[in-house]
């Protein structure tokens, strides 16, 4: 069965660095998402990614985030700069089409931010 | 900003019993509505969905029922089984904004007892 995957697991690094967490969305599907879920709270949405540009994103998502698909198959997140309260799981998902459209996100098994 | 509200934070109950999962949304424009079940240390998995056309959506052991004038969707799950047990997450989105964004509520975590 396809899944989207996500690498790594567990990133641990110190406050300040730049981080990317890397997925690979299931092939045949059009839209990429992050939602990140900080311990004991609820799933965010963070940024949804069409025809290789951001479809809508929130308002946690600021300068210090970005995504970018550099191969037709990854799907990237990049944090700069770090701060401790970005210690998060952060999942990937990817649908076939936009999720209002009767069609669901699959998401990765996520991969957890601990910033230190 | 809690759109969508799930206001039990767990559930318990006995294995072939029903488990009834409550949720509900302030905003008027939400018209797909989905269930995700997670389990620690994965991603949520998608559970059953329903679109605003309709008020029932069933799923073998899963149903879920959609109320628009209360706003309120719940979802059943009869009988219930002790791999059941898991955090259970409500999800809204709309179809005005292109469909791009899903918002989850807090997530209810439901224990079968065996």
């Known amino acids: 069965e396809p899944e989207v995957t996500q690498t790594p697991s567990h990133q641990v690094t110190q406050m300040g660095q730049e981080v990317i967490l890397r997925c690979v969305p299931i092939s045949n599907h059009l839209y990429f998402y992050w939602y990140r879920q900080i311990l004991g709270q609820k799933v965010e949405f963070l940024v949804s990614?069409?025809?290789?540009?951001?479809?809508?994103k929130s308002e946690i998502f600021d300068d210090q985030f970005s995504v970018e698909r550099p191969d037709g198959s990854n799907f990237t997140l990049k944090i700069r700069s770090t701060k401790l309260e970005d210690s998060a799981m952060y999942f990937c998902?990817?649908?076939?089409?936009?999720?209002?459209?009767?069609?669901?996100?699959?998401f990765g098994q996520g991969t957890r931010l601990t910033v230190v | 900003d809690q759109q969508v509200k799930q206001n039990s934070p767990s559930l318990s109950v006995q294995e072939g019993r029903i488990s009834i999962l409550n949720c509900d949304y302030t905003?008027?424009?939400?018209?797909?509505f989905l269930w995700y079940k997670k389990y620690p240390a994965e991603g949520p998995t998608f559970l059953i969905s329903i679109s605003s056309i309709k008020d029932k959506n069933e799923d073998g052991r899963f149903t879920v029922f959609l109320n628009k004038s209360a706003k309120h969707l719940s979802l059943h799950i009869v009988p219930s089984q002790p791999g059941d047990s898991a955090v259970y997450f409500c999800a809204a989105s709309s179809s005005q904004t292109g469909g791009f964004k899903t918002i989850f509520g807090a997530g209810t975590r439901l224990f079968v007892k065996a």
């Open positions: 905003n008027s424009m939400f018209d797909y």
């Open positions: 998902a990817s649908s076939e089409s936009g999720t209002a459209m009767n069609t669901e996100a699959f």
């Open positions: 990614f069409y025809n290789n540009e951001i479809s809508e």
